[in-house]
């Protein structure tokens, strides 16, 4: 009997295979395996080899694409252009998982000639896969969050509408910024800028480079492995979502006259300036002091 | 011959030698690279701190660590409390163990025949993965390891939760992979009795020795170990002789014209790395004898990499007791990393090999050497 499962192959290209592992943190797999079968996968047993995917027409329904596209990468002797261009006419949707597969992300500077994201290089729109770009949902992170990809996969099953923003994404985990829901937040609010590595007081917005107010994702909306964010351990975010990672000199904070190169989303520099100018008027005893003082 | 091996994270071929219709020797051909050694030149040196773990998506932290140690060599003076030692020591414990169990479950088991086991594999790789995430913020990819220490604050409740975590995972290993408690398991000094009792370690690993398979897989019998810390030990072992005074600097790379993975030397000869040679090193009983009755095979090196996992639970547990949570996290550096020109290196245990860095702050090198 013909499994009515729907069929997915997720494709690797040039990638570290982080989303790969990240998806294996996904805690209803249990589930999820009755819903969806991987007709290939990096990790997981698969029906059909590598060789059975490139060489004979398996019938699939969603086409994951993980890792930076190159026309220069070969996969087990095929292109993975041609890999991706067989299996992208023929399924429903086609997901890249991962900010590499959505906008060339870290490996786009590896040593592979014009090293891109699916349909973006970077901001910039790509023309080479321009006539699978209505089918394509991008959902970037490096890695991304498994409940993401999960969550996606199984709208597409219920043939929900996904909306979608300019990089195609979907809204429903992208709308947000990654500061949302970070407990650091009213360091923030309040301009309290003494931040220190290793300490649970502070927010690394003003000088150690976290990029969480110019962010899209869903990192302090839904935890990482359930229980917890970089920001929230005082790590800053490197803003892996966005078609600008890598930036680079991820641990400073950049800032012209004093004020930081990047502002949050939609705060004009004035907005900025005004509102840091009163904050920095105020002396909130309760942050300033470490929070289990007395 | 040349057969594609995938489902590791990646491709590659094996080209194998053969003489007197055996297979002599194999030859390990890697199909392509990321390049980060480049990604990394010109670049900000704490860069390496987010770039570096984007080499591997299983042992990304392994890398971190790695990385971290490097750039802290380049200093002639740098403090770091011992808390931060210690929390280096657990997440990297619990990313070994995390990886074992995806191994055993997803490769080794299927290699052998049996069905893969996927939620025996997610289950505890997954409580490990939490464990990391309550202390480092996530799981894969995090970069919570800084020069002068780790950017977390945790706290005791944080503690409770992981060695709940370490339970929970020792109390999986109990009922699937050896029927027995864990302590039992780690006093048992012989194979043959680890082999009478239920699971699914005994289980495979008897299947390997009612097919014959128990002498295949043998290397060059020499083993080597870099990544010392509260647990593993520093040394090279060559049969029964055991030495510890090793140097990372005598480790030599090669390219390989047919295949992107460099080869990788000790004074101009091959060594095993990872469990069994950690396992060699630091004389584990169970293992000992197994190598005394099967020698480097691949029945070995399974036993290996499963003992390690209750023996790293039960450490980290000895760990945490230890973690004294007034001392600082972080102390920061007297000097800017920006400030400095110099080399330094680091090597760390990771599940399948240790990794080594170079870190010239403008070049980067990474050896990364595994079975």
């Known amino acids: 009997m013909l499994s009515k499962k729907l069929k997915i192959l997720w494709l690797t290209a040039i990638t570290c295979n982080g989303n790969t592992h990240s998806f294996l943190n996904y805690p209803h797999l249990d589930i999820f395996m009755d819903t969806f079968e991987f007709i290939y996968h990096p990790s997981i047993d698969s029906a059909y080899t590598l060789n059975d995917i490139i060489n004979k027409e398996i019938a699939c329904d969603i086409l994951i694409i993980e890792g930076s596209i190159s026309t220069e990468y070969i996969k087990a002797d095929a292109p993975i252009v041609d890999i991706i261009n067989k299996y992208a006419s023929k399924v429903q949707k086609i997901v890249t998982v991962g900010t590499c597969a959505s906008f060339g992300g870290m490996f786009r500077e590896s040593d592979y000639k014009d090293t891109t994201g699916l349909h973006f290089d970077k901001e910039r729109p790509t023309s080479l896969f321009e006539h699978i770009k209505e089918k394509t949902i991008s959902l970037s992170g490096c890695p991304v969050h498994p409940d993401i990809i999960a969550n996606t996969l199984y709208s597409i099953e219920k043939k929900r509408a996904i909306e979608l923003d300019s990089l195609l994404r979907p809204k429903e985990f992208f709308a947000y910024t990654v500061h949302n829901g970070c407990t650091r937040n009213e360091y923030f609010e309040y301009k309290i800028d003494n931040h220190q590595f290793g300490k649970k007081e502070g927010c690394m917005f003003y000088d150690h480079g976290c990029h969480a107010p110019y962010t899209h994702g869903s990192c302090n909306k839904i935890l990482w492995n359930e229980v917890n964010s970089k920001t929230r351990t005082g790590l800053s975010c490197m803003g892996c979502t966005e078609p600008t990672f890598p930036k680079g000199d991820f641990f400073h904070t950049k800032k012209n006259m004093g004020i930081p190169q990047y502002l949050p989303f939609g705060v004009a520099k004035r907005t900025y300036l005004t509102l840091a100018g009163i904050t920095k008027a105020f002396h909130i005893k309760r942050l300033e002091e470490d929070l289990f003082d007395d | ?371």
């Open chain 2, 1 to 371: 011959m040349i057969k594609l091996i995938e489902k590791i994270e990646g491709e590659a071929k094996l080209n194998f030698s053969f003489e007197k219709g055996l297979i002599d020797f194999v030859e390990i051909e890697f199909l392509s690279t990321r390049n980060i050694e480049k990604i990394l030149q010109n670049k900000n040196a704490l860069d390496a701190l987010v770039i570096t773990p984007r080499v591997c998506g299983i042992c990304n932290h392994a890398h971190l660590m790695a990385s971290v140690q490097a750039l802290e060599s380049c200093y002639e003076e740098l403090e770091l409390s011992n808390r931060a030692k210690i929390t280096r020591e657990l997440t990297l414990n619990f990313e070994i163990i995390h990886n074992h169990f995806k191994w055993f479950y997803l490769t080794i088991m299927p290699l052998m025949g049996y069905k893969q086991y996927l939620l025996k594999a997610t289950q505890p790789s997954q409580l490990m993965a939490k464990a990391i995430a309550t202390i480092a913020g996530q799981y894969p990819h995090t970069s919570y390891s800084i020069i002068g220490g780790v950017v977390s604050d945790i706290g005791m409740m944080d503690l409770i939760k992981v060695e709940n975590y370490i339970d929970k995972t020792l109390k999986f290993f109990e009922q699937n992979l050896v029927h027995a408690k864990s302590d039992e398991f780690l006093e048992c000094n012989n194979s043959n009795k680890l082999l009478s009792k239920e699971g699914d370690l005994p289980n495979l690993v008897n299947k390997i020795k009612d097919n014959g398979w128990s002498n295949v897989g043998k290397s060059y019998d020499r083993f080597i170990a870099f990544g010392e810390n509260s647990y593993f030990k520093k040394g090279k072992s060559i049969k029964t002789r055991l030495t510890t005074n090793i140097y990372i600097d005598k480790v030599q790379e090669a390219s390989n014209i047919n295949s992107y993975a460099k080869n990788v030397l000790y004074k101009e000869r091959y060594y095993e790395v990872g469990p069994l040679s950690r396992a060699m090193i630091n004389k584990t009983p169970l293992i000992k004898d197994a190598h005394r009755k099967y020698g480097d095979s691949i029945l070995s090196r399974i036993l290996a990499r499963v003992c390690e996992i209750p023996q790293l639970l039960n450490h980290s547990k000895k760990l945490i007791k230890q973690l004294d949570l007034s001392e600082p996290s972080y102390i920061k550096p007297k000097i800017d990393i920006s400030d400095i020109t110099a080399l330094g290196s680091s090597a760390i245990e990771a599940s399948r090999g240790f990794s080594k860095s170079d870190d010239r702050i403008r070049e980067y090198s990474i050896s990364r050497t595994e079975l």
